[in-house]
């Protein structure tokens, strides 16, 4: 076997064990759950594999959720993230809704399996063992928290498994500070974390990496110090290589960071309170630690008996290298950061550390918990080699009386008192269960001598046990061609929309829109601009649909409160949807007068009130009144208005009999909308504002007229700049290294 086949070889192993895992979703029989990955991510990449065939590569703009939404900004659209973006391309011809589905679900068995291979990789440098590294890898890739919520939540799996890929990197770097290509890798590595689209995950990941960077940073002074005369450089050259590194990953983000960051300071995660963001696991969820599902679906704090007692022999190597503790750390701090506001640590956290204030759901800093005690376990493979019989003998036999004891306190205060999740029966099952892997782990450190095989036999027994707790847990019925069936409500809606949008009221899942290629008011994405939510916050229904063009409504309601025809009715599980069109349908434009200016909260108050007539007047915020629109004298007629949508970014607007005025249309306003147009006019070019809170609006002369609206922000071409010329700038130095190596 030639060594670049076994430098393959772990990878091959880890592929296997992640398809024998998802073994009904690898063979196309069953799906993951509905929920985020069916309803939010699979639309997402239907719109994207769309916008390919269509020759647009770079799809800035989505019209089917929130009224216009800036997709290319929304960070968990991804669309920047190379490893998926590759997979999409590979299977790009396969048009199908079951088969994107699938294709999507493949790509978080393969990143998965990635986990793993990374955690190998690391763990193997740490130790220098691959038995070491074989035992961390499998029990992080099929943790309770990789195989749990994240493969649901795309992004966050697609963020999580590259934080062992950058430490191991990292660590090549600081023991090789001159060579380059350690440090790139790094800042490329990094740089994919932050584009596979999930924030606060990769927040986790960087607040690791920044410790690692300090550690390796501290380590090279007292390296310079003990060998002054074999490294008299290694300081200078380790934090060279850290500044780059931490510069070249900004650089590399550039394109998905800057429109992000525009989009996120107008959205509502611009300001949110600590109620909010504090929730966490309660502190009975570390009883799953143990033993999974006993308190709630998910089991992330969990690794399987074996793993934590192998978790709990790596402490043993703190008095032989500092990084052990380096974990103990990371696994210790993050499951108190999880407990968010039941516990202690994450109020200080969220006082005094940047972007802990920004983010809900504290319990998936078990994400580090999860890495941090596999990096454990696999330091404990390496512990088991060295103890000696009565060592071993001593932890297997107080394994024992642990997970017994632990089951009978867990029985006896929260099964009895009906504080579990599960039945007598199942709960006894589990405990059983628990009981018996125990004593199979004892019966192996029992054994006289310890061999490599006992390593490899407690590393399969650790496999068993988490494909017997997480296997089925993402695993739901139906094969991807019947869980993508389109719904008769969607099918009648898709059929009755004409010019306007639909308002959902959460008769089908809200990104509905975005497969069906319908222009819907709602949408899934927790990113939503801030001015536009307020119309969704104690606002009237029919102003609402008026300011934003609805013209079908699918309701629980049979009789709507405005004129309606019933178009169709179909009765649920609890009580019936109905689908209604409007029988004055509400405009997509439309041409004002007379302008106000107003600041936000007047602005909201005053289109709320029904006696406001929004025919004849538009409120522009206070900084617009530079900006207003031409003179013109009141108009005895409205103009002719056409609307078309030749790209999802760009309207084509056509008005004839224009009197001129101020032409509100009914799009989300955002920085980056700019008016093209083959026709000269006293005001060019024609400036977008922002009316009616959240609303477009052209200040436009009177005349006949044809323009177009197009977005594509300024923030997007200049990311484009700094991550090309930053890609360029690497391809460069290579070159020059690579001229310069032969005399070297």
Not at 134 to 140: D, I, Q
Not at 301 to 320: E, V
Not at 431 to 453: C, H, R
Request: overall charge neutral; some cysteine.
């Amino acid at each position: 076997m030639t060594s670049r086949t076994r430098s393959f070889r772990p990878l091959i192993v880890y592929l296997l064990l992640a398809a024998l895992f998802y073994a009904p979703i690898v063979m196309g029989l069953r799906t993951f759950p509905d929920g985020d990955f069916t309803h939010h991510f699979l639309p997402f990449s239907l719109f994207q594999q769309s916008e390919w065939l269509a020759g647009r590569w770079l799809p800035v703009w989505n019209p089917y959720t929130y009224a216009g939404h800036p997709f290319l900004a929304d960070i968990q659209a991804a669309l920047f993230y190379p490893l998926g973006d590759l997979l999409l391309l590979l299977t790009l011809p396969f048009r199908s809704p079951a088969a994107r589905l699938y294709f999507l679900q493949i790509e978080a068995v393969l990143h998965v399996a990635l986990a793993g291979l990374f955690t190998h990789l690391l763990v193997q440098q740490l130790t220098r063992s691959k038995l070491a590294g074989f035992t961390a890898g499998v029990l992080f890739a099929f943790s309770g928290y990789l195989t749990g919520y994240p493969p649901l939540q795309l992004a966050i799996l697609r963020t999580a498994i590259w934080l062992p890929l950058i430490l191991w990197l990292l660590l090549r770097a600081a023991e090789e500070p001159g060579r380059w290509r350690w440090w790139v890798g790094a800042a490329l590595a990094w740089s994919t974390a932050f584009l596979a689209g999930h924030p606060q995950t990769f927040m986790h990941l960087s607040y690791v990496v920044a410790g690692w960077l300090a550690l390796h940073g501290v380590r090279a002074f007292f390296i310079q110090r003990q060998q002054r005369e074999l490294a008299p450089n290694r300081p200078k050259q380790v934090m060279a290589g850290m500044i780059a590194c931490c510069l070249l990953m900004v650089a590399f983000c550039a394109a998905q960071l800057l429109p992000s960051l525009e989009f996120t300071r107008l959205s509502v995660r611009s300001s949110v309170d600590y109620a909010y963001v504090s929730g966490g696991f309660p502190v009975q969820d570390i009883w799953q630690m143990l033993f999974p599902a006993i308190l709630t679906q998910f089991s992330p704090l969990f690794i399987g008996i074996p793993g934590l007692a192998l978790a709990m022999l790596g402490l043993t190597q703190l008095r032989k290298t500092y990084y052990p503790f380096i974990f103990v750390l990371i696994a210790g701090l993050s499951i108190l950061l999880s407990l968010g506001d039941n516990g202690f640590l994450y109020p200080l956290f969220y006082r005094y550390a940047p972007g802990w204030n920004l983010f809900r759901g504290q319990e998936r800093a078990a994400y580090l918990v999860a890495f941090g005690l596999s990096v454990l376990a696999g330091y404990g493979m390496v512990a088991l080699t060295e103890l000696n019989l009565r060592a071993r003998r001593l932890i297997g036999g107080g394994l024992m009386v642990a997970v017994i004891i632990a089951v009978l306190i867990f029985g006896l205060f929260w099964q009895k008192t009906g504080r579990g999740a599960l039945s007598g029966g199942e709960f006894a099952g589990v405990g059983l269960l628990s009981i018996l892997i125990a004593l199979a782990v004892a019966w192996l450190l029992w054994q006289k001598s310890w061999t490599v095989w006992r390593g490899w036999i407690l590393v399969g027994l650790g496999g068993a046990v988490l494909l017997w707790a997480n296997g089925g847990t993402n695993v739901a019925d139906f094969s991807p061609a019947r869980k993508t069936l389109i719904s008769p409500e969607i099918m009648a809606t898709q059929a009755a929309q004409a010019n306007g949008r639909v308002y959902n009221e959460y008769r089908v899942y809200e990104d509905y829109g975005v497969s069906a290629s319908v222009e819907d008011v709602w949408g899934s994405s927790p990113l939503r601009l801030t001015a536009y939510a307020a119309l969704f916050d104690n606002f009237p229904l029919d102003r609402m649909w008026r300011l934003l063009g609805v013209e079908t409504v699918l309701t629980w309601r049979r009789e709507l409160f405005v004129p309606s025809e019933l178009l169709a009715e179909y009765a649920q599980a609890t009580d019936t949807t109905y689908l209604h069109r409007l029988t004055d349908p509400n405009p997509r434009a439309w041409l004002v007068q007379d302008v106000q200016f107003a600041n936000d909260a007047d602005t909201y108050a005053l289109l709320a009130d029904h006696t406001f007539d929004l025919d004849k007047t538009a409120l522009l915020p206070l900084a617009a009144e530079s900006s207003a629109q031409p003179d013109v004298l009141p108009a005895s007629h409205p103009p002719t208005i056409q609307l078309d949508r030749p790209a999802p970014n760009r309207i084509h607007i056509t008005l004839t009999d224009n009197p001129g005025g101020l032409l509100v249309v009914s799009e989300n306003w955002l920085p980056g909308w700019r008016v093209q147009s083959s026709m000269p006019t006293p005001q060019d070019p024609i400036p977008v504002l922002r009316a009616n809170l959240t609303l477009l609006a052209l200040p436009l002369p009177a005349g006949d007229l044809a323009l177009d609206l197009v977005y594509w922000p300024d923030s997007l071409t200049w990311g484009l700049v700094i991550t090309g010329a930053a890609f360029v700038g690497v391809f460069i130095g290579f070159l020059y290294h690579r001229r310069r190596k032969p005399h070297a």
